[in-house]
Structures are given as C-alpha cells and as structure tokens.
T-cell receptor, first 112, second 111 residues
Framework: DTGVSQDPRHKITKRGQNVTFRCDPI?????LYWYRQTLGQGPEFLTY????????KSRLLSDRFSAERPKGSFSTLEIQRTEQGDSAMYLC??????????FGSGTQLSVL | GENVEQHPSTLSVQEGDSAVIKCTYS??????FPWYKQELGKGPQLIID?????GEKKDQRIAVTLNKTAKHFSLHITETQPEDSAVYFC??????????FGGGTRLMVKP
C-alpha cells in the first residue's frame, strides 16, 4: 500500500451518465497527478495539481473531463456524458518535492 | 513532447535466469527515469529510479543503467523468482513535471 487512496475501485455506468472519482494523496504530498491506463498500455498523463492549482492538462482531457483539488488535499475527477471510449483504469499519483511518484490502486471504469 | 519506447513487450525466462528490459527516450531534456512494476488489478509500484547524472544504480537483485548519449536505459533483474512475474513500465520525466511511460513489458518467470 503506497498510501494513495482511490475510491471507488470499480465503477460500472451506462453511456451518457456522469461519474466522479476521488483520490486521497499521501498527506504531505503537495503534487497530485491523474493518469489514464487502457488495457495493455502504459499510463497516460491527464492533469497535474500543485496544491490546489491545476497547472497542466493533457490534450487527452476533453471538455467532458474536469478535475478539482479544492483545498490542496484530496482531488476529484469527473467525467460527464460518459462514452464507451472512456472505459479505462484511472490512476491517481502523488509526490512531494523529489521526483518519486507514488500511485494508488486506481478506479476501473466500465462504460456500457 | 517526450516519447518513450520499451522492448520487448513480453519476456519469458526460467526461474533463476536474468531478465533485461530496454527503453529509449526522445527528449534529451529528460532527467529522471523510474521503473514501475504493476501486478494485476493494482496500480504501478515504483521499484527503482535513476537520475541523468548517474550511469548505474543497483538495489539488491534489480539494477538500472542509463546511457544519456544514446538516450536509452535498461532494467536488469537477476536471479528471477516467480513473484517477479508482472508488467514492468519504464518512464522518463521531462521537466518540470510530467512522466511519460513506455508501453510495458509482461515478464513471466517460469518455475
């Protein structure tokens, strides 16, 4: 257990529904990342927060995706109007000042 | 942006043999290269990392080498055990923040 918690572990939803995932980073880590991983591929960067500021967003993050980290602690990732192509593992990771990035166990999203 | 390529995609070894996984990167500004192990249903777990000012790093049965000139780095696992079976990912960090991952190598250690 790395200390990064993600909830839920699994989410099954119907196309068109909205979903929200939560990530609780390691407590002293001020940098938080969201990645997406599809089967057989490496994780792909989605977005990055330093404290409560969202500093970088990937082109993968369409307008249907929004992420927040309101108090610089936990973060949420919301997907609106889900599509089948959104089915993936959504990974959260955090780090402090050094480069070591620690991942949570992920939320597996299945869009039917 | 950074592009990281990883080979082979699958690797099967006999228990006790060594395993080597190789990665190349494109961005000469990348300065940090971690390796992650991912087991089924779990998130990636950091197993070893190396910074660009170091050529080699070792931690028990695991070692990583980096050739900055050629822009490639490798993971070496010696005396493999069945519990080493997993998917391994290399990554490169382009300053200031983002890690770019390779496509992964599925390692199978046969008892």
């Amino acid at each position: 257990d790395t200390g990064v918690s993600q909830d839920p572990r699994h989410k099954i939803t119907k196309r068109g529904q909205n979903v929200t995932f939560r990530c609780d980073p390691i407590s002293e880590h001020n940098r938080l990342y969201w990645y997406r991983q599809t089967l057989g591929q490496g994780p792909e960067f989605l977005t990055y927060f330093q404290n409560e500021a969202q500093l970088e967003k990937s082109r993968l993050l369409s307008d249907r995706f929004s992420a927040e980290r309101p108090k610089g602690s936990f973060s949420t990732l919301e997907i609106q109007r889900t599509e089948q192509g959104d089915s993936a593992m959504y990974l959260c990771a955090s780090r402090h000042r050094d480069e070591k990035l620690f991942f949570g166990s992920g939320t597996q999203l299945s869009v039917l | 942006g950074e592009n990281v390529e990883q080979h082979p995609s699958t690797l099967s070894v006999q228990e006790g043999d060594s395993a080597v996984i190789k990665c190349t990167y494109s961005d000469s500004a990348s300065n940090y290269f971690p390796w992650y192990k991912q087991e089924l249903g779990k998130g990636p777990q950091l197993i070893i990392d190396i910074r660009s000012n170091v050529g080699e790093k070792k931690d028990q049965r695991i070692a990583v080498t980096l050739n900055k000139t050629a822009k490639h780095f490798s993971l070496h696992i010696t005396e493999t055990q069945p519990e080493d079976s997993a998917v391994y990912f290399c990554a490169g960090r382009r300053p200031p923040n983002m890690l770019t991952f390779g496509g992964g190598t599925r390692l199978m250690v046969k008892p």
